[in-house]
């Protein structure tokens, strides 16, 4: 199986801050990887995917980058409503995996 | 709109069954694949299985298979998870997932717990 690796595992900032989230795959992907945001007890929600394509609705300050194993997941001008989990997964190869997820608390 | 609607989830004794459903409606459901992903309680997301729009592939998770089923019905819109032999390790929030034509879940239901217990 695929593992991916996300880092830090949690992390505070600040509304206004500009964030980066890591996320390693164990083998090349191939840019199939997307990120979710998931708030306590609600569902996931997708932001990106194939790496750098925003979902629709999405707002633009959240934006993906990285190719072949490494990826990164950018929000800019931090608002009260990012403060969240988020995932990366990868969608090439079955099992689809998720990394351990990054916790965003405000500081 | 997206919606899907999960039900089916409850309390239930190790070694024991339990179905899933979840209820599509805004798309044409039978034109594409659909997942179920699951959240154990405190724990990060996981991937259960992959159905195709004909049915035709199904693809589980190493700690499911030979255990739980994956199968649509597409005359009632509606995906289900047949899950037997339960363990407490089954224990989760289990979602339903629509995807999108590069195999990715792109909108997601609400979730129902399913609690093994004895």
């Known amino acids: 199986d695929i593992q991916m690796t996300q880092s830090p595992s949690s992390l505070s900032a600040s509304v206004g801050d500009r964030i980066t989230i890591t996320c390693r795959a164990s083998?090349?992907?191939?840019?199939?990887l997307v990120w979710v945001q998931q708030k306590p007890g609600k569902a996931p929600k997708s932001l990106i995917y194939?790496?750098?394509s925003l979902q629709s609705g999405v707002p633009s300050r959240f934006s993906g980058g990285g190719s072949g194993t490494d990826f990164t997941l950018t929000i800019s001008n931090l608002q009260p409503e990012d403060f969240a989990t988020y995932y990366c997964?990868?969608?090439?190869?079955?099992?689809?995996?998720f990394g351990q997820g990054t916790k965003l608390e405000i500081k | 709109q997206v919606q899907l609607v999960e039900s089916g989830g409850g309390v239930v004794q190790p070694g024991r069954s339990l179905r899933l459903s979840c209820a599509a409606s805004?798309?044409?459901?039978?034109?594409?694949?659909m997942h179920w992903v699951r959240q154990a309680p405190g724990k990060g997301l996981e991937w259960v299985a992959i159905?195709?729009?004909?049915?035709?592939?199904?693809y589980y998770v190493d700690s499911v298979k030979g255990r739980f089923t994956i199968s649509r019905d597409d005359s009632k819109n509606t995906l289900y998870l047949q899950m037997n032999s339960l363990r407490v390790e089954d224990t989760a929030v289990y979602y339903c997932?629509?995807?999108?034509?590069?195999?990715?879940?792109?909108?997601w239901g609400q979730g129902t717990l399913v609690t093994v217990s004895s």
């Open positions: 194939a790496a750098s």
């Open positions: 997932a629509k995807s999108d034509f590069s195999g990715r879940e792109d909108y």
């Open positions: 997964q990868q969608y090439n190869r079955y099992p689809y995996t």
């Open positions: 805004g798309f044409t459901f039978s034109s594409y694949a």
């Open positions: 083998q090349d992907i191939n840019n199939y």
């Open positions: 159905i195709s729009s004909d049915a035709s592939k199904k």
